[in-house]
């Protein structure tokens, strides 16, 4: 069985039940354009759930600016957010051309935070929540595979922010 799901931010999808999708997407997320791999895991869409869903993907945009000043606002007093900061530039080379800068000592956690975008946005079930919504953010792929994971619940709330590797 198929579902389809047509929402403003990614048009018009066919999404297989006992497949979900996996797929890249070109959005417009805060005013840019970004391409991110949207996940919907496989045998958990059905007719009860689908409007939930789609709700929930049409929030994105919400939750996208929620993250991203919640990463703002907490990045000097939350653990994994000052972690994942410090880790990528003490410990990744090639970043000053990405930040234009001379030294990687140059680099900011404010200027770090801005080149933060998901480069996956998963749509599963959670025992806790039922439906939940995870952006895996990070810095392009050419530079790192470390992921800063924002999870919501179906109320577009914030339950949990790690470091993924």
């Given at each position: 069985?198929?579902?389809?799901?047509?929402?403003?931010?990614?048009?018009?999808?066919?999404?297989?039940?006992?497949?979900g999708?996996?797929?890249?997407?070109?959005?417009?997320?805060?005013?840019?354009?970004?391409?991110?791999?949207?996940?919907?895991?496989?045998?958990?869409?059905?007719?009860?759930?689908?409007?939930?869903?789609?709700?929930?993907?049409?929030?994105?945009?919400?939750?996208?600016?929620?993250?991203?000043?919640?990463?703002?606002?907490?990045?000097?007093?939350?653990?994994?957010?000052?972690?994942?900061?410090?880790?990528?530039?003490?410990?990744?080379?090639?970043?000053?051309?990405?930040?234009?800068?001379?030294?990687?000592?140059?680099?900011?956690?404010?200027?770090?935070?801005?080149?933060?975008?998901?480069?996956?946005?998963?749509?599963?079930?959670?025992?806790?929540?039922?439906?939940?919504?995870?952006?895996?953010?990070?810095?392009?792929?050419?530079?790192?595979d470390?992921?800063?994971?924002?999870?919501?619940?179906?109320?577009?709330?914030?339950?949990?922010?790690?470091?993924e590797?």
């Amino acid at each position: 069985m198929e579902y389809e799901i047509e929402t403003s931010l990614f048009g018009k999808i066919i999404i297989p039940a006992d497949e979900g999708i996996f797929e890249d997407f070109s959005i417009e997320l805060g005013g840019k354009e970004m391409s991110v791999n949207l996940y919907v895991v496989e045998d958990f869409l059905n007719e009860s759930n689908l409007e939930r869903v789609k709700s929930v993907m049409e929030q994105i945009p919400k939750m996208y600016e929620t993250a991203r000043k919640y990463i703002s606002d907490n990045m000097k007093n939350n653990g994994f957010i000052k972690y994942f900061i410090e880790c990528h530039i003490e410990e990744l080379e090639g970043l000053e051309e990405l930040f234009d800068v001379s030294s990687a000592r140059d680099i900011t956690s404010e200027m770090f935070i801005n080149r933060l975008e998901p480069r996956a946005i998963r749509i599963s079930n959670d025992k806790e929540t039922f439906l939940d919504c995870i952006f895996d953010f990070s810095l392009p792929e050419d530079y790192s595979d470390e992921l800063l994971v924002v999870s919501f619940n179906e109320q577009c709330e914030i339950i949990d922010i790690t470091h993924e590797s």
